[in-house]
């Protein structure tokens, strides 16, 4: 009976050592080395999920006029060289650090920054994160 539970227990253990991500993906940086004393909660791997991709833009709000949740774009990505659709999927302003000032002169008044993220309405074969994707001025005007 007390070698089951030294079993049981050193099972446990050997449990602890085993790591697994919450989503399928691949390993985009790794954070520790095999056999280095990494505390409780830290990571050890950055997963990027490949199914999960976006294209990030910042943009005037004065430049928002057309661009609204569920809009589609089509964009280029030069990477692979072909055109995708992207939907919008996220509109949020950015800190007051990314202000427009007006020009004193003009009368005018500051202008905000906003986040916005384009998500590809399809799979975009080959697309990674980092790749540059354009949205022509003339689309969102």
Same mark, same amino acid.
């Given at each position: 009976?007390?070698? %089951? ?7 446990? &253990? ?8 919450? $989503? ?25 999920? @490949? ?15 057309? /661009? &609204? ?7 280029? $990505? ?9 939907? /919008?999927?996220?509109?949020?302003? /950015? ?5 427009? %000032? ?16 384009? %998500?590809?309405?399809?799979? /975009?074969?080959?697309? %990674? ?5 354009? @949205? ?6």
């Amino acid at each position: 009976m007390q070698a %089951r539970g030294a079993t049981a227990e050193v099972d446990a &253990y050997l449990e602890e050592t085993k790591i697994r991500s919450p $989503i399928s993906g691949e390993v985009s940086l790794k954070l520790a080395e095999e056999g280095e004393v990494v505390g409780s909660g830290m990571p050890v791997i950055a997963v990027t999920d @490949l199914d999960d991709a976006w294209a990030v833009f910042h943009l005037r709000e004065d430049m928002l006029k057309n /661009v &609204y949740k569920g809009r589609k774009f089509t964009v280029h $990505i030069p990477a692979l060289d072909r055109d995708a659709e992207m939907e /919008v999927s996220y509109i949020a302003s /950015v800190g007051d650090y990314a202000t427009w %000032r007006s020009s004193k002169e003009s009368g005018g008044f500051d202008l905000k920054t906003f986040e916005v993220r384009l %998500r590809p309405t399809e799979k /975009v074969d080959n697309l %990674r994160p980092g790749m540059s994707v354009l @949205l022509p001025m003339e689309a969102i005007q």
